[in-house]
């Protein structure tokens, strides 16, 4: 019992430290990538290959999310005899966006530059897409689409949930084993349990 209340007082002590180790090899990085402040957070768990992985993962979501909620505005639209072109040509940059970040490599060595960019062109195409919105229909149309809408995104993400949840136990389970082998311990009925 003794010994692992210590393992665990050894555990809080490194992870309390491993930012202030994590803080000195980002700064480097975040001399040379320009992001926002939530981009810079999200970037904190790219130095490992699944990190890199799942924030991927989590862009292709949000990206999917977005297709998903324009096909049914575009059709919508479509329904109510309204000019679509500008909203569907933003749609198809955004698909194929999807595609680039569907092959981009979490173990290629400007990772992070790529997720960053490619977050980027996320942002700024899904605020193209709502600005055009903005000019074709009212407040309240719009509010009536979004609750239509928030019902298919929900089924139509969850497999991408899963893959993330997955790659997120991965993640913790990579560290969790990194901090074991500092102590030269090895515990793999836990690191199991807990993956599972």
Do not use: W
């Amino acid at each position: 019992m003794k010994k692992m209340l210590n393992i665990v007082i050894v555990l809080v002590l490194v992870a309390s430290l491993t930012p202030l180790a994590l803080a000195d090899e980002t700064e480097d990085t975040q001399e040379e990538i320009e992001a926002d402040a939530e981009t810079q957070e999200e970037l904190e768990i790219m130095n490992d290959q699944t990190g890199a992985y799942i924030r991927l993962l989590q862009l292709e979501k949000a990206i999917t999310k977005n297709i998903i909620k324009g096909d049914e505005v575009i059709s919508v639209l479509k329904e109510a005899e309204y000019n679509t072109t500008e909203l569907e040509a933003i749609l198809a940059e955004l698909e194929l966006l999807k595609e680039e970040v569907q092959s981009a490599d979490p173990n290629s060595t400007d990772a992070v530059q790529i997720f960053v960019d490619l977050k980027s062109d996320a942002v700024e195409l899904t605020k193209d897409f709502r600005e055009a919105l903005n000019e074709l229909l009212d407040e309240q149309t719009i509010e009536s689409l979004r609750e239509r809408i928030r019902e298919m995104v929900c089924e139509q993400v969850q497999n991408l949930s899963t893959k993330i949840q997955n790659q997120i136990r991965q993640f913790n389970r990579n560290q969790l084993h990194r901090i074991y082998g500092i102590f030269g311990e090895t515990n793999n009925s836990l690191l199991n349990e807990y993956q599972n």
